[in-house]
């Protein structure tokens, strides 16, 4: 029988600090957000490999793009954070030649995996910060759907969970969304389960 693929099954590819090292042999799933939103421990824990990605308190501080081998079936994409401003141009460059090569020309990008704080996104009618707009640019222009991540819930009450739950289901119909605490194992479990769906091809559905 064959084993089923999860998340744990991913081990690291290679950094690609600008486009012509990106690789273009798998389909893939990108993680975007800002900078100390929680985007690479999110990818760690999904993985269950507390060392995949390098974590940092200083804002900026990936400069590439970390492709993972999820089993040889496609990349999981740790891309830099955004909004620190000493890192801007180099940022944008990346992410457009990024877009322009594996999307554009190639068509490897299934989902976009957008990581958002939870207290920050409260404070934003549209779920939206600074750079998360332009990533929705950029998958509006693609057609890339958009799987929204918002962490650090377990810093917000029951009513506030609640509210961001229905301002984001309202501005947002189309997108799937899941609040993730480091204390809820059942979220990262169906968020994972969701992420090999998409990265190999197969209709989703929130859960």
Do not use: W
């Not at 955004?82 to 299934?110: C, H, T, W």
């Not at 993730?180 to 968020?191: I, M």
């Amino acid at each position: 029988m064959a084993k089923t693929l999860t998340l744990k099954d991913t081990a690291f590819y290679r950094s690609a600090p600008n486009v012509e090292a990106i690789p273009c042999s798998l389909f893939g799933v990108l993680f975007v957000g800002r900078s100390n939103a929680g985007k690479s421990t999110l990818i760690n824990a999904l993985t269950g490999q507390k060392q995949l990605m390098k974590t940092s308190q200083t804002p900026g501080k990936t400069r590439m793009l970390n492709f993972s081998s999820v089993g040889d079936k496609f990349f999981l994409i740790d891309s830099p954070g955004y909004g620190f401003e000493k890192s801007r141009d180099y940022f944008e460059g990346l992410m457009d030649g990024f877009f322009q090569k594996y999307v554009g020309e190639k068509g490897l990008l299934r989902a976009i995996v957008m990581v958002m704080d939870s207290r920050r996104a409260l404070e934003n009618p549209r779920a939206i910060g600074q750079g998360d707009g332009m990533m929705e640019e950029y998958a509006n222009n693609y057609g890339i759907p958009v799987i929204a991540v918002f962490t650090k819930v377990d810093k917000l009450s029951s009513s506030e969970k609640l509210r961001l739950k229905q301002k984001y289901a309202d501005s947002h119909p189309d997108c799937l969304y899941f609040l993730c605490s480091p204390k809820d194992q059942d979220t990262y479990k169906k968020l994972g389960m969701t992420i090999v769906d998409v990265g190999c091809g197969r209709k989703i559905e929130q859960h």
